[in-house]
């Protein structure tokens, strides 16, 4: 089965780095997404990770261990369009499934 | 990246009717084809997995009979709601998975009145 755990909510200040983290259990685990997703929309795709590391893409940068089952999601340099809810989802089995989301409040 | 489009994008209907939902690739071909629900504030919940030409996957608590799931061609699904109610109110979000990245469309907003 998969079990995916996230924190709620954090607030964080304008141009600050915030950590989001996500533990999962995923039967026949193939990879952990990140997303983030505002009020009313769609969730829009940010990062994959499928092996160790960490994965830089500009000021996103998501990071896995898959022995650890456990993956984090670094913002940096934040801005007030990053108000949102980040969502960590794992695949496994052929399902994607998803966490509770973590909502980040961006305030000046 | 690639487009996923759903509609309609938003519908009222009313109680005992039904509600067809359409989801669609629109650059590139879907083996896969995932549905999800999602109540306000909370996360994405998995309803089924769709697969091109065969009957869908659903997950444990999703009636099959009341969501119906078609996956016609490798660019479309539907999902029908049937004799909606009330509680069927949600935002529907489909998704298309291409390689090793999934897509999602911009969902759908049914109300039931």
């Known amino acids: 089965g998969q079990n995916i755990d996230q924190p709620t909510e954090m607030t964080a200040t304008e141009g600050a780095i915030v950590q989001i983290n996500c533990t999962y259990q995923?039967?026949?685990?193939?990879?952990l997404f990140w997303y983030q997703q505002h009020a009313g929309e769609a969730p829009t795709f940010l990062s994959y990770?499928?092996?160790?590391g960490l994965e830089e893409k500009g000021r996103f940068s998501s990071f896995l261990s898959r022995s650890k089952g456990y993956s984090y999601l670094l913002l940096k340099e934040l801005q007030m369009k990053d108000s949102a809810s980040y969502l960590c989802?794992?695949?496994?089995?052929?399902?994607?499934?998803f966490g509770k989301g973590n909502q980040v409040v961006v305030i000046p | 990246g690639a487009v996923v489009s759903q509609h309609p994008s938003r519908v009222i209907c009313k109680s005992g009717t039904s509600v067809k939902i359409e989801c669609r690739s629109l650059?590139?071909?879907?083996?896969?084809m995932f549905w999800y629900r999602q109540f306000p504030k909370k996360s994405l919940m998995l309803m089924a997995t769709s697969n091109e030409g065969s009957k869908a996957t659903y997950e444990q608590g999703v009636e099959k009979d009341k969501f119906l799931i078609n996956h016609a061609s490798l660019t479309l699904s539907t999902l029908t709601v049937t004799s909606a109610h009330p509680e069927d109110s949600s935002f529907y979000i489909c998704s298309a998975k291409t390689g090793s990245e999934q897509y999602f469309g911009p969902g759908t907003r049914l109300t039931v009145t």
């Open positions: 650059d590139f071909q879907a083996t896969t």
């Open positions: 995923t039967s026949g685990f193939n990879g």
């Open positions: 990770n499928v092996l160790d």
């Open positions: 989802a794992s695949y496994g089995n052929n399902r994607l499934a």
